[in-house]
């Protein structure tokens, strides 16, 4: 039996290589041996995938099929694959080492000592109100437990919660307007199941969020990447390419745009309300259903003004609204939520009973708490940490890292950082034996491309800033000193 567990077409793994780093100056079959290694020992790969034959990836590189053969050849030797007549080759690790990390997921708790986690962007629960929270709810958890204790549209005094908040921020709502989710994730699977059929087109913000983007494609979307612009430079925050998204959306006619307006992951970016209202109206021309992520929304430690939704400025347009808990009060909640028409409302409630059934009551209590009695004071403590964080990383790289650029965004949880053109992939490998968590910049593309970027969290506590970055220094020196 074959111990592959994927495969990866030829031209797929074509694309992956032509948008790996230079490898120097090599053979080329040893050059593709690097760049086979390299994607494994990253996890852009993953261990156990089935590689094409050396005939096809032959043709799709344009190499001989000996050299194919040939690099094939050393990553046996190296560990790196391991082959069965009949069966094909597929990756492997060589005997003892350490699975790669995938830079997306939280450090074990095991290594959290030790390792600087800017990787994931998420922050630490809001101290005292998390607590308190807590204990509130479960003083009113006996209430509900006297039932089965399945909502699949939500328990009543959150939808309630969320329903007032888009009240409040100028999107007049109704608790049937409301989905509980199962964190963010939960709300934007549910809805690309029911607005996607497999080999639809969708159009997507290029950098865009990491995990939207490998959902849609493990579902088969067909993926149209929209750059943003950026006139002024890297040392100028991106916002979205108005014309270039008309031309998307007429062209390509996609069944649905999956877009972050509101400081953006992973660039920062905050849209604004002419260019919203642009997407919109070339949207409502193409019958693209515009699905919104707004978990972000609250990150605006920059300007402590929340920003009003995006389904406010156009009721003519189809929109989907996704939010979490997860950003502003805490990702260990894994609460989300989604505003559609109540008719859509329904029948995803219908279709979750044959997944997740519903989002846990105890947590769903604690963020109805959160939502309606401690916004403000949970707002106030989470953006004094991020604004100190963000300060202290920017002077941190000003000073260590010179050369590099970005732009201080007005909230969010990220710095999208030029990385002077070294590969990212290549500073998150350095990155990693001297205790550092990094996310390479193509971890946020269709495509592999954004290798000259990386995103910083900012998540680690502001005192820490400055060893973070004298490691990523130190890493960025060692992955120069390697290209």
């Known amino acids: 039996m074959a111990e592959w567990q994927s495969t990866v077409t030829a031209p797929a793994l074509a694309r992956l290589l032509t948008t790996t780093p230079p490898t120097g100056q090599r053979t080329a079959y040893r050059r593709l041996a690097v760049q086979l290694r390299g994607l494994v020992a990253e996890g852009r790969l993953p261990v156990g995938t089935r590689l094409p034959a050396e005939r096809e990836l032959a043709q799709a590189l344009t190499l001989s099929r000996t050299t194919v053969a040939t690099a094939y050849e050393a990553l046996r030797t190296d560990g790196y694959l391991h082959s069965r007549r009949g069966s094909g080759s597929w990756t492997a690790l060589p005997e003892g080492s350490r699975p790669p990390g995938d830079a997306l997921h939280p450090v074990p708790p095991d290594e959290a000592e030790h390792t600087i986690d800017l990787g994931v962007a998420a922050l630490p629960a809001p101290q005292p109100f998390l607590g308190e ?116 959306l007429r062209g390509a006619s996609p069944r649905a745009a999956f877009v972050v307006p509101d400081f953006h992951n992973p660039t920062g970016a905050l849209i604004d309300e002419e260019q919203r209202r642009a997407l919109l109206a070339a949207a409502r021309v193409s019958g693209t259903v515009v699905v919104v992520d707004e978990t972000p929304a609250e990150l605006d430690w920059g300007t402590d003004a929340v920003p009003p939704p995006t389904a406010a400025l156009d ?54 708490h959160l939502l309606d009695h401690a916004l403000p004071e949970v707002r106030a403590h989470q953006h004094r940490r991020m604004r100190a964080t963000a300060h202290a990383l920017a002077e941190a790289l000003q000073q260590q890292l010179p050369a590099w650029q970005f732009a201080l965004p007005p909230g969010g949880l990220c710095l999208w950082v030029a990385t002077d053109g070294l590969a990212s992939s290549s500073l998150a490998k350095s990155a990693d034996p001297l205790g550092l968590r990094l996310a390479a910049g193509s971890r946020f593309a269709t495509d592999g491309t954004f290798e000259p970027y990386l995103r910083l969290p900012l998540t680690v506590p502001p005192q820490a800033a400055a060893t973070a970055i004298a490691r990523l220094a130190a890493a960025a020196a060692a992955a120069g000193q390697a290209r």
Request: no cysteine.
């Open 315 to 368: 009721r003519t347009a189809q929109v989907v609204t996704i939010g979490s808990a997860g950003k502003i009060l805490w990702g260990g909640l894994r609460v989300g939520w989604l505003r559609a028409q109540p008719s859509l409302v329904r029948r995803l409630a219908a279709e979750r009973v044959f997944t997740d059934v519903g989002t846990p009551v105890l947590d769903q209590l604690i963020a109805a």
């Open 133 to 248: 929270a807590a204990a509130r709810a479960v003083e009113q958890l006996p209430t509900y437990a006297t039932g089965h204790g399945h909502y699949p549209t939500g328990v009543p005094v959150l939808r309630e919660a969320v329903a007032r908040r888009f009240t409040e921020r100028g999107l007049p709502t109704t608790p049937d307007q409301i989905l509980i989710t199962t964190g963010a994730m939960g709300a934007l699977n549910l809805a690309q199941r029911a607005l996607l059929g497999r080999g639809d087109r969708v159009a997507v913000e290029a950098p865009g969020y990491a995990h939207t983007l490998r959902l849609l494609q493990r579902e088969g979307a067909r993926l149209v990447p929209v750059p943003f612009a950026r006139p002024g430079g890297d040392a100028a925050l991106p916002y979205w390419d108005t014309e270039e998204w008309r031309r998307v």
